[in-house]
């Protein structure tokens, strides 16, 4: 059986105008490498509600699993809830446990649940919440699709509370070997090499330090025996490689 795949969707204006520096994807991305669980595409929206219905429809029907980063807040571009609801023909209103949650936070600070606050416990019908240790402000799952802050503590915390209730298949295993040649000398080898182990992913990653060009070799595979074959041929192809 195949692993399951999935799909990430950024969603801010702030990830687009370079204001902030996106990471979720990047701390996400090694957690389903891990649980077995193939992440086939990342995307950056905006905060334009349109785009995140059509955005999550469209990911959540091509995978089997899709998380959302983003817009959950309680400020005015806080709309990724009520785009999800919709993408789901959902109905959306403050869910009296998230409502609870909340209350009980705000009270233990001495501050008030606000209206604006009172945004972050409205919950698409029928979603399950996902918990949130570090501002208690939950995220939720609606069918397939996991949608989880944009604050990285906060989406880490999340994605640790969801990732490991999901069924998963073998994790995704990676060895490399670094040589101090540039890519375009070991072009055709490592083209041979991948034809002859398709089983098996082959990437190659320049760099460049003291004035010298070097290249990281990386294989990937869920099959351990795969992997370690090819990992055999791509050293024997380069042996001054380490």
């Avoid at 929206?45 to 309680?74: M, Q």
């Avoid at 003291?210 to 192809?237: I, M, W």
Wanted: aromatic share 6%; hydrophobic share 45%.
């Amino acid at each position: 059986m195949s692993n399951p795949t999935a799909a990430i969707l950024i969603i801010g204006d702030e990830i687009l105008t370079g204001r902030t520096r996106e990471g979720n994807a990047w701390v996400l991305a090694g957690m389903l490498a891990e649980a077995g669980i193939e992440l086939r595409q990342i995307r950056v929206i905006g905060d334009d509600h349109g785009t995140i219905v059509d955005a999550v429809a469209e990911l959540a029907a091509r995978h089997d699993h899709l998380f959302t980063s983003g817009g959950i807040g309680p400020t005015h571009d806080g709309i990724t809830a009520d785009a999800v609801a919709e993408a789901f023909g959902r109905t959306i209103s403050v869910r009296e446990g998230a409502r609870a949650l909340l209350a009980a936070y705000y009270a233990g600070r001495g501050q008030e649940l606000t209206e604006a606050r009172l945004r972050m416990a409205r919950i698409p019908a029928g979603a399950t919440l996902i918990d949130n240790p570090v501002s208690v402000a939950p995220g939720f799952t609606v069918q397939n699709c996991h949608v989880m802050a944009g604050v990285p503590a906060v989406f880490k915390a999340m994605a640790e509370a969801i990732v490991p209730t999901l069924r998963g298949g073998a994790p995704l295993r990676s060895r490399s070997l670094q040589l101090m040649r540039p890519e375009s000398q070991i072009a055709e080898p490592l083209r041979a090499l991948a034809l002859a182990h398709p089983g098996v992913g082959f990437g190659s990653y320049p760099f460049e330090t003291d004035g010298r060009y070097g290249t990281n070799l990386v294989v990937r595979s869920t099959d351990a025996g795969a992997l370690d074959a090819a990992f055999a041929a791509l050293k024997a192809a380069f042996p001054e490689g380490k």
